[in-house]
Every structure is written in structure tokens, then in C-alpha cells.
């Protein structure tokens, strides 16, 4: 099931749309406010981002802009009343879509579904490599046999990371960055050792793939052939 947030000061707005797309199943949370957004986004991981461009006076493209150079592969859907072409413009160079105050309800579901579907089509298009797949959900499928393992949401990331960079060396930094964006919590490098032994553990005959870079992190190197993996 996608995962819809939803920032919004119209509390009457909110709610409806959370009905609306509930009735359409879709999971939502809700956010008055950018710093619940803000709660919530370091909580969840969401598919699609619905925001209301001006909440309570403060202009939220200010704050996509900085989640999306942490987050290459979220939705956003901006609706607002500021909608002459210059704001249009504008919020498009943040969002991936626009939706202009007041709007139809089946023209913000069409707009939902197209985003989510494009969503869905990049995370499959880059999660993957020669051997084995990675969706959304952090399932690891063999390509050969269907054989399917589960990662937790961290060694998912870890993962995912490895895979956008596959045959490159990717920096502990590099992890960081993408894991744990917009947070003080961060991992020391035994951290992530520990996360990439687990992710070894769990993938089996894929783990020789990922190799370590003595004091500079890993590199998921998918040049080795398959059929030298014992199966």
C-alpha cells in the first residue's frame, strides 16, 4: 500500500482528503504544520508528498527543495491558490506536479495515481543490478531462482544506496548521506559495518558482491560472473 503525507492548514481540507484517499487505499498521515511534516518524514518512509504550498504564512518550497536533494526518489504534489504561470513555474522547479486551489477531487486522485505510478517505475528502473532486485518494500529477489529475503528499512537504504553507485566505491559519508539525511543521530563507521554484515547475511550468495574498502566504505561489484557464484 503507497504512503501518502499530507501538510495542509485547512483542517477541513486535511481531513476530507485523507478520507478521499483513504476510500481509495491509500495510507495517510497528516501534518498541519512544516515541523510535523518534517516529525514525520524522519519517522516514515513515504511514496508521495501532498503539500499545501503556504501553511500558516511560511512557504513550504524552501523545505522541499532541501528534502529533495536528500531524497532523489520521493513524489511531491503541490497544491496551491497561488497559481498565476510565475508560481506555477516556480513550483515546479521543486514538485513534480501542480494542482491549483480549489480542484476537482477525481483530478487530484488522477494526478495521485500517475505520480505514484511513476514513483513505483523509478524505484524499479534503479533498484536492481544483474542478479538480484530490490523493491520498495525491501524485498531482495533472485533473478535466477525467485527466491525472495527482507531487509529491514535501514539495510534497505544501505542497499539501495549500493545499488544506484553499483561497481563504484561508495564512501561511508556517501551512506550517511543518503540513510540518515537532516538528522544529529549520526552512525559511526562500525555502525554501518555491523548494517552491511547483516545485509550479507541475509542475501546469501549475493554477499560476495559487496566488498569492503578498508577506511572508505564498500562498493557492490556486479562485474564478477554469475557463474562463479557457488550456487
Not at 536533494?69 to 504534489?77: E, H, K
Not at 510565475?86 to 495515481?113: C, E, Q, T, W, Y
Not at 533472485?142 to 542497499?159: H, M, S, V, W
Amino acid at each position: 500500500m503507497f504512503k501518502i503525507l499530507i501538510l495542509e492548514d485547512d483542517l477541513i481540507l486535511l481531513k476530507t482528503l485523507k478520507d478521499v484517499l483513504c476510500k481509495n487505499h491509500y495510507q495517510v498521515d497528516l501534518a498541519h504544520d512544516l515541523n510535523r511534516a518534517e516529525q514525520l518524514i524522519a519517522d516514515n518512509d513515504y511514496d508521495l508528498l501532498i503539500f499545501d504550498r503556504l501553511v500558516n504564512n511560511e512557504d513550504s518550497l524552501e523545505f522541499l527543495e532541501a528534502l529533495r536533494a536528500d531524497q532523489t526518489f520521493i513524489r511531491v504534489l503541490i497544491i496551491s491558490q497561488k497559481k498565476l504561470i510565475d508560481d506555477r513555474l516556480l513550483s515546479l522547479k521543486v514538485a513534480d506536479d501542480f494542482l491549483a486551489k480549489p480542484f476537482v477531487i477525481k483530478v487530484l486522485l488522477l494526478k495521485v495515481n500517475n505520480l505514484l505510478s511513476r514513483s513505483k517505475y523509478k524505484l524499479e528502473e534503479n533498484f536492481v543490478c544483474p542478479y538480484f532486485y530490490l523493491n520498495e518494500a525491501g524485498l531482495v529477489q533472485d533473478l535466477a531462482t525467485g527466491n525472495c529475503f527482507y531487509l529491514p528499512k535501514k539495510e534497505r537504504q544501505i542497499l539501495e544506496c549500493l545499488l544506484l553507485h553499483q561497481n563504484q566505491a561508495v564512501s561511508y559519508q556517501t551512506l550517511i548521506n543518503y540513510v540518515w539525511p537532516r538528522t544529529d543521530n549520526i552512525p559511526q563507521q562500525r555502525t554501518l559495518n555491523v548494517y552491511v554484515r547483516r545485509i550479507r547475511l541475509k542475501i546469501g550468495r549475493f554477499s560476495r558482491y559487496i566488498k569492503t574498502i578498508r577506511d572508505f566504505g564498500f562498493i557492490l561489484d556486479c562485474n564478477q560472473a554469475e557463474s562463479s557464484v557457488t550456487r
